[in-house]
């Protein structure tokens, strides 16, 4: 499919998915859409197009979308749109909803005490969910409208006090086994993002092969002892992709190095503070 074939289909979903199912309040909204149609068709292999021209392709489509006036779009929805759309927006309910249950697991069962002062850390913990939850890599505006929406939802007493079902305490208890590895990932973020070549780089460079390549050679170190399985090293390695490339500038000239890194340094040193609660991690992984 070439660019203005594609430019049009995801005008066309665009459209569809604004008449079925949510009018945007803001540009960024709409942008957010047009990320997660586009990693819905990825995610079921219907779309096949470089991760540097997503960006591009996408900016470019709400450039021409208007919201009321759309020229050369039908108003009558086909059905294979309709199917696409209705498909995205499952999908991103259930991932909302899965992200949102996790959360409160993760304060019920780790962090009563806290529940009260998690504004700073919200959303570094929501990041530090999502890959448990989603195998693909969101971009940043998804990542960012996702956040957004689970912290509206996030209530401290529902979380408290709700039932939560066993699927969202497993995932939670792995979040919980990997917050232990905080000096790991800070290492891991810290040689990244000092590499200007890489901040220089468009949204999407840091992928998951260049941060394993970065853990491996932390954990090659004898003079370093982490004491990580491979599991948690794989799910570590999708967290930390995901965080750097959010953190990401889309526009990388206006962003230095050392500015990210500050940001990044700051959020970690507040999520840092939230984990000295003792968390009772041998306790939850004991066999009962």
């Not at 059905?79 to 996790?102: R, Y």
């Not at 956040?147 to 979380?159: D, G, H, L, M, Y």
């Amino acid at each position: 499919m070439n660019e203005i074939a594609t430019v049009e289909s995801l005008l066309n979903s665009l459209n569809a998915y604004t008449k079925r199912f949510e009018i945007p309040q803001s540009r960024e909204n709409l942008l957010a859409i047009a990320s997660s149609i586009l990693t819905f068709q990825q995610k079921q292999g219907n779309l096949a197009i470089a991760p540097q021209e997503i960006e591009t392709l996408i900016h470019n489509t709400v450039d021409q979308f208007n919201g009321e006036l759309l020229p050369d779009i039908p108003d009558i929805i086909d059905a294979n749109t309709e199917t696409l759309v209705t498909g995205v927006h499952q999908w991103v309910q259930t991932l909302e909803s899965q992200v949102l249950n996790t959360l409160n697991a993760y304060v019920q069962n780790f962090l009563p005490d806290q529940a009260l002062n998690l504004s700073d850390t919200l959303p570094d913990t929501i990041l530090s969910i999502i890959p448990l939850v989603e195998n693909a890599q969101l971009r940043k505006v998804e990542a960012e409208s996702l956040i957004q929406r689970v912290t509206s939802k996030f209530n401290v007493q529902n979380a408290l006090s709700q039932v939560i079902g066993n699927d969202a305490i497993s995932i939670a208890q792995q979040l919980a086994k990997l917050m232990q590895f905080g000096s790991l990932e800070e290492q891991i973020k810290n040689t990244l993002l000092n590499n200007q070549s890489l901040i220089d780089q468009p949204l999407e460079t840091i992928t998951e092969s260049l941060v394993n390549k970065e853990l491996s050679k932390i954990l090659a170190n004898d003079a370093l002892q982490f004491d990580i399985d491979l599991d948690s090293q794989q799910m570590m390695v999708k967290q930390l992709t995901l965080k750097l490339n959010v953190m990401q500038s889309s526009s990388p000239s206006t962003k230095s190095a050392a500015a990210i890194a500050q940001q990044m340094d700051a959020e970690v040193a507040a999520l840092n503070s939230a984990r000295q609660v003792n968390l009772k991690i041998d306790d939850i992984f004991k066999p009962r």
